[in-house]
T-cell receptor, first 112, second 111 residues
């Protein structure tokens, strides 16, 4: 089984809909991250969490919210999706005190 | 100016060639350097992880860090078509919370 899983893997939705992307990990890492990837813009950090009670905004948090339900679960929500949120979304984990991040397989989100 | 600059390519080379991928950076606080490989429609995969200056070798891959020039490189020897992917550099300073990524270089190895 994969260490970092993301669901769904693909999602097509309409403008204004609420969407939740989920991330689970079996690596036992404390730190979890949400990124989006757009062509020509690379990876941009949306939110990150160092433990269940710690949530931090990244560089592009507007329009997104997160929930850290447990050490192993970190969800990203789009409260009212808009077309420019169409992108690849990646979850990543990192051991506490470490620097190397381990990525999930990604969710391809299309907002029509 | 971005903290980390990476030529997005695309870079196309014949099979068997030596490939050199590079990143420059402006923040002298960066201490830890990583290279990720990302196949199409997949998540980035950690390839190399180095601390401070020097070289690190792993099979056909060599990561090189020159902190005095703020320049890091990834060399791929005897390149294979299976090396075709986007390569992203990433770096972070001591005690910092967030990795800073380069834009990624798209590499194609032609049989």
């Amino acid at each position: 089984d994969a260490d970092v899983t993301q669901t769904p893997r693909n999602r097509i939705t309409k403008t204004g809909k609420r969407i939740m992307l989920e991330c689970s990990q079996t690596k036992g890492h404390d730190r979890m991250y949400w990124y989006r990837q757009d062509p020509g813009l690379g990876l941009r950090l949306i939110y990150y969490s160092f433990d269940v009670k710690d949530i931090n905004k990244g560089e592009i948090s507007d329009g997104y919210s997160v929930s850290r339900q447990a050490q192993a679960k970190f969800s990203l929500s789009l409260e009212s999706a808009i077309p420019n949120q169409t992108a690849l979304y990646f979850c990543a984990t990192c051991p506490g005190g470490g620097n190397e991040q381990f990525f999930g397989p990604g969710t391809r989100l299309t907002v029509l | 100016q971005k903290e980390v600059e990476q030529d997005p390519g695309p870079l196309s080379v014949p099979e068997g060639a030596i490939v050199s991928l590079n990143c420059t950076y402006s923040n002298s606080a960066f201490q830890y350097f990583m290279w990720y490989r990302q196949y199409s429609r997949k998540g980035p995969e950690l390839l190399m992880y180095t601390y401070s200056s020097g070289n690190k070798e792993d099979g056909r891959f060599t990561a090189q860090v020159d902190k005095s020039s703020k320049y890091i490189s990834l060399f791929i020897r005897d390149s294979q078509p299976s090396d075709s992917a986007t390569y992203l550099c990433a770096m972070i300073g001591w005690g910092a919370q967030k990795l800073v990524f380069g834009q990624g270089t798209r590499l194609t190895i032609n049989p």
